[in-house]
């Protein structure tokens, strides 16, 4: 098969390695309070959904975990073995098929996450044996039906590239700059959206063809109720007033990194 063609340009962006004070391992207490949040929710459908007398429920007896967007731990541990704890109480409860399986858990980020780091801290009383998976998760990643349950946690508001119109200063949808749509008029928003759009569907229909039939899938999503503006949430104050930093920091010369316009 030509995997090639599903592999999409993926950005260089990721979240800071190692184990510092910068890390992200050690600044990721909101991100692990969505994984702890979820806990029941996948618990409960794991419990009446997963399906292990399907016949893809491997005959070696091998139950493979993917977690896409993994970074660098130690949030994706938890989410792993609380995948796992749930799973291993699925097969108990089943008096057909009482059997454990052994686990094959796939961690997937950027090819730039610090996988090294990942592999380092994977605790040592774990129940499975580990992979890295490089890659934009916007492309294949494995071969059909590989998987038996997709996780993702906080990953998927990541766009695969910034809306080619809104760094266009001759464009509608120009957004001077700013790093974000908050507060931002409607042909912005609508830029940003509609690569939401092709971005979630591109990550969707790989998963699609990379899990088992029976599978489960847990996203867990960022998101905010009808009605609610992102400039009237945390979420969107704090991106206005770190887009304001940044474009500070690109008047000041602090890095060259920053192509945007800045009017
Ligand atoms: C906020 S972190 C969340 C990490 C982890 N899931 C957690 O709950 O702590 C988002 C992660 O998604 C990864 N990511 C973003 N876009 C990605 C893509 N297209 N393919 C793979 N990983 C991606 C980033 O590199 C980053 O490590």
């Known amino acids: 098969m030509d995997v090639e063609k599903f592999i999409e340009p993926s950005s260089t962006y990721h979240m800071l390695g190692g184990d510092d004070p910068y890390s992200y391992a050690q600044n990721s207490e909101y991100q692990k309070q969505?994984?702890?949040?979820?806990?029941?929710?996948?618990?409960?459908?794991?419990d009446k959904h997963l399906d292990i007398e399907k016949p893809s429920f491997d005959p070696n007896n091998i139950f493979r975990i993917g977690d896409f967007g993994c970074s660098i731990g130690p949030n994706t541990f938890f989410a792993v073995e609380n995948i796992i704890k749930s799973v291993e109480n699925k097969y108990k409860s089943n008096i057909k098929n009482p059997r454990i399986p052994e686990y094959h858990v796939f961690f997937n980020d950027?090819?730039?996450?610090?996988?090294?780091?990942?592999?380092?801290?994977?605790?040592?009383?774990?129940?499975?044996?580990p992979a890295?998976?490089?890659g934009s998760f916007h492309g294949r990643?494995?071969?059909?039906?590989?998987?038996h349950f997709v996780h993702c946690s906080t990953a998927l508001h990541w766009l695969s590239r910034i809306p080619k119109e809104v760094t266009e200063t001759n464009s509608t949808a120009f957004n001077k700059g700013r790093i974000h749509y908050t507060g931002a008029k409607k042909e912005v928003k609508e830029a940003y959206s509609?690569?939401?759009?092709?971005?979630?569907k591109s990550f969707l229909s790989a998963r699609a063809q990379e899990l088992v039939p029976g599978g489960l899938m847990a996203l867990v999503i960022l998101g905010f109720p009808v009605g609610v503006l992102t400039s009237e949430s945390s979420i969107g104050i704090g991106f206005n007033i770190?887009?304001?930093?940044l474009e500070d920091m690109v008047r000041m010369n602090f890095s060259e990194q920053f192509t945007y316009v800045i009017d």
């Open 34 to 46: 969505l994984v702890v949040s979820a806990e029941e929710l996948i618990y409960k459908l794991i």
């Open 110 to 129: 950027h090819v730039d996450n610090d996988f090294n780091a990942l592999f380092r801290n994977i605790p040592i009383t774990r129940k499975y044996f």
């Open 132 to 134: 890295g998976v490089p």
């Open 141 to 147: 990643l494995f071969p059909n039906a590989t998987l």
């Open 194 to 200: 509609t690569q939401y759009r092709k971005d979630i």
């Open 242 to 245: 770190l887009g304001s930093c």
